[in-house]
């Protein structure tokens, strides 16, 4: 562990060493969506390329790079693209960035994904606070020695989301006049997408959206001690009765279509969340 919170100041440092900015809230931008680091100002660009060990995303519609500035008065530090496990990551580098924004300062983790909707009441397009997960990726990023200086050995993980701000963030979207909705995402592994027989369990389960990111950065927050507040965009129904052919471009194209409301709602939540 030693040589995992090495690396972490290194990055860190490296980092630190391209802006003055500390910043408080991390942002983790899924597909389609990386388009809200745009709308950042003062910002300093950091390629995941030149950052001492961190990974390269590999994923079309990921930019690979930290845009670090402000937004709606906060300082933020933006993730335009994320790493997966089914890129052949390990679990410790898929959330390696979540590491580093606690060092550099981070108190609040909003992290975003598109994902397919399995309960019948979502659309693709929806907006939904995750309210909890289930982790059916097989593994777990917190598996191995633990470092009580990075976080607790058994961290509790029943309030992984935070009940106030998903609060404050439908509160947001009222008075924005943009409709969200509240569910349980399901991380699975990928690459592939999901069976019809699949996705009937998983909804059997209690799942409402499912998706291949999202759940070991969160782990690994909430382990670090972070508020997390998780927004999936709905790109398409992962229904399994009429499952239709899915592609990665369709799940880009319909998640541009939504980032008009997306970035409304997320810059709406910056103005109003107190750290």
């Not at 969506?33 to 990921?62: M, Q, R, W």
């Not at 990075?150 to 609060?167: E, H, N, Q, V």
């Amino acid at each position: 562990m030693k040589e995992l919170k090495t690396k972490i100041t290194e990055s860190a440092e490296y980092i630190k060493s391209k802006t003055s900015i500390i910043p408080e809230i991390g942002l983790i931008l899924g597909s389609g969506l990386g388009s809200l680091a745009e709308e950042i100002e003062d910002k300093v660009i950091v390629k995941y390329e030149n950052i001492p060990n961190f990974p390269v995303s590999t994923v079309e519609g990921h930019a690979g790079q930290l845009v670090i500035g402000s937004l709606e008065g906060k300082k933020v530090i933006a993730m335009q693209g994320r790493f997966h496990y089914y890129e052949g990551y390990s679990m410790q580098e898929v959330t390696f960035p979540v590491r580093v924004m606690k060092e550099l300062g981070v108190k609040l983790l909003l992290v975003t994904n598109a994902c397919g909707g399995m309960n019948p009441n979502l659309y693709p397009g929806a907006l939904v606070f995750i309210e909890d997960h289930i982790n059916f990726m097989g593994d777990n990023p917190l598996i191995g020695p633990n470092d009580e200086e990075l976080g607790p050995r058994f961290p509790d993980m029943s309030t992984a989301y935070d009940k106030f701000l998903i609060d404050l963030g439908k509160k947001v979207g009222e008075k924005l006049q943009i409709k969200t909705e509240k569910g349980v995402y399901v991380a699975i592994s990928g690459p592939n997408y999901l069976a019809a027989a699949e996705l009937r369990m998983l909804r059997k389960l209690g799942g409402d959206a499912v998706g291949m990111s999202t759940v070991p950065e969160v782990i690994v927050a909430r382990h670090a001690g972070l508020k997390v507040l998780g927004i999936s965009c709905v790109t398409d129904m992962a229904i399994a009765d009429g499952l239709e052919p899915l592609e990665h471009h369709m799940v880009v194209e319909v998640a541009n279509k939504t980032r008009p409301k997306f970035t409304k709602l997320v810059k709406g939540i910056l103005q109003e969340v107190t750290l």
